[in-house]
């Protein structure tokens, strides 16, 4: 079967248009009809989904997805994790990302060399489901920088998860050995992380190693993404077309000014909900608000929401994604992002949900046939029982999500809810920089 046709749904299309009630017709994984009431699709040969006004949407793309990362509670944990056991769990986490509805993924770095490339073809070849990916390296870094040996005290060079270079030669080396490997593109460390004891003002690259970085990525035709929390990393992502940054907290209105100029070029995946999970929801892991708040979490979720609002409102394009896959924050419950844009980041829903869909076409370089419902694209089509519009919860809950179809074929099926003790949502809690919060907070810093 290879036609179908969803009837009776409230469409939204991901063009910025209100939900509106009407139908949509796929046939050879593309979409062929979207017709709005009192209009209607040709349903004759087509497999009917009658939606009883349930809402449709285009496949969501997490911007900055870790599928090595094991939903432990430490970074060392990532490595004590065999290989082959590893492969095995990207696989189990990719398909859990599809069946919440995230069609599409991009790899912001694998804890091992080839994994996020295995990962990749694997799916592309239809022998696991998974959502569309392009595949990252593993973290390029420095010597004392993020990546290299996960934790200060620990002794053991193989609990490093980056490339660990000095110089721009040996960054010339690791660059082109990712590209023998067949990554999409290139990942590199440009700041600090509290969590590995490093501040995340920090950055350890001299310009002339981050220059040699994106030099050789474009001269292979591959993009480049960046851990850049610092004002300076994010300058230096601006520099040397250093496509997407990921975090940017610390961005200054000079790096803001920077970014904006060049917002074509660039998209930021800020990862707002591991500030926001670390802050607040890490308690039984040892992180208690009063260690987040030491470790510089508090203030950076602080400097992040105001550095983030402002870029939003220079039209900057931010997407959701980013560090899920830690024990308070494991994978599958992704979706706390688009509540996390609300409340942090003043996005209403629908700007939230476009950042997760239209928006998600266009990092993934197919703007023309991605991200929204309309003829012509490819089907990457969520049925959802509930309105994200009025409750981004329900698509955290797998119960809510009730069909999801990539490029025309349906990886999840369900027709009826299921229980709500199914659901992987993590309840967002109050805590003080819950939306008025934020004023409050933003308030007191100036």
Known sequence: MTRYAFTNVRIFD???????????????????????????????GARVF???????????????????????????????????????????VAKRYLEMGWTSAIGAAAAKPRLDVVLRNAIDAGEFPGPRYLAGS???????????????HMPFEELSFGSVCSGPEEIRRSARTFVKYGVDHLKINL??????????EMSPFSE??????????????????????????????????????????????EALDMLE?????????????????????AAEYGITEAVATQMGYRRELEVASDTLRKMHRRGIRILPGGDYGFAWMPHGTNANDLQYFVDYIGMTPKEALLAATALGGEIMMRPHELGKL?????????????DPLADLSVLTEPARIQLVMKEGAIFKECSTPAPAEAALHLEGGDHPLREEGVKEALAEMS
């Open 191 to 200: 700041s600090g992380e509290y969590i590995a004891g490093l501040p995340a």
């Open 208 to 253: 002339e190693e981050v220059a040699m970085l994106a030099t050789e990525a474009h001269r292979y035709g591959k993009r480049v993404a960046a851990h850049a929390r610092s004002s300076e990393s994010v300058k230096l992502c601006v520099r040397h077309g250093i496509e997407m940054v990921y975090h940017a907290s610390f961005a200054d209105e």
């Open 261 to 281: 100029a060049a917002k074509d070029r660039h998209f930021v995946a800020p990862g707002i909900g591991w500030l926001v999970r670390t802050t607040y929801h």
């Open 50 to 92: 009658e939606g009883r006004g349930r809402f449709l949407m285009p496949g969501m793309t997490e911007a900055h997805t870790h599928f090595s990362w094991n939903d432990q509670p430490s970074l060392a944990a990532i490595q004590f994790m065999p290989p082959e056991e590893h492969m095995l769990w990207c696989v189990r």
């Open 14 to 44: 991901g063009t910025g248009a209100d939900p509106y009630p009407g139908d949509v017709l796929v046939d050879g994984g593309r979409i062929v009809r979207v017709a709005r009431a009192p209009a209607t699709v040709d349903t004759a």
């Open 138 to 152: 593993q973290e390029i870094t420095t010597i004392g920088a993020l990546g290299d040996n996960t934790l200060p």
């Open 374 to 386: 309309q003829e012509g694209y490819i089907a990457d089509i969520v049925l959802v029982d509930g």
